[in-house]
């Protein structure tokens, strides 16, 4: 129980997968506008990476071992993902019309978010069974929403502060991840 627990705080913080990996950026940073939209987005992200660690690693250890052809594994786990996306997008449409109008094209994108397969790819590089893989990728999912969620409270409270005109924009987002990624830079004495 303590490996989980050391697996899910080392995965979501220490190893924070946006701010320490520098995974998933394209939606962290064209999402994080309004703390509506990232947190429709992380819960999103929460939901496909944790299903699609167990998934592919159920199907990584039952079918791709046994029939020792392990080289598929990257086209297995991007058609996984991409269905799962869908089921997402599917689901959002229907119960969130609202949500699913403000996600817009990030949506899709996380079938193309390099994060959600690198959980995939890492769980099974580290060597973790199926339990260790949804707590890492439940982690990992956590640790981007964390992430997200702040920058876009953060990115909010930009909006009325009075910023150099050569600062607006992308770089003053750009410049606060760098100091958000300094700031989790912290949690790594945890280990």
Known sequence: MSELLMIAIGTAFINNVV????????PFLGVSKKMDTAAGMGAAVI??????????????QF???????????TIVFILVIAALVQFVEMVLKKI?????????????????????LGVALLNVQNGYNILEGVVNGFATAFG????IVL???????????????????SPIVLLTACLMAIAFFGFSGLK
Request: glycine share 6%; net charge negative.
């Open 151 to 169: 920058m876009a409270g953060i990115r909010e409270k930009i909006e009325y502060n009075d910023v150099p005109e050569s600062f607006k924009g």
């Open 47 to 60: 939901f496909v990476i944790t299903i699609s660690s167990l998934i592919t690693g159920a199907i990584y």
């Open 63 to 73: 079918i791709l071992v046994p029939l020792d052809v392990t080289y598929l594994q």
């Open 96 to 116: 969130s019309p609202a949500l699913y109008q403000a996600l817009g094209v990030y949506l899709p994108l996380i079938t193309t978010n390099c994060a959600v």
């Open 19 to 26: 701010l320490s990996q520098f995974l998933g950026l394209c």
């Open 144 to 147: 981007f929403t964390v992430a």
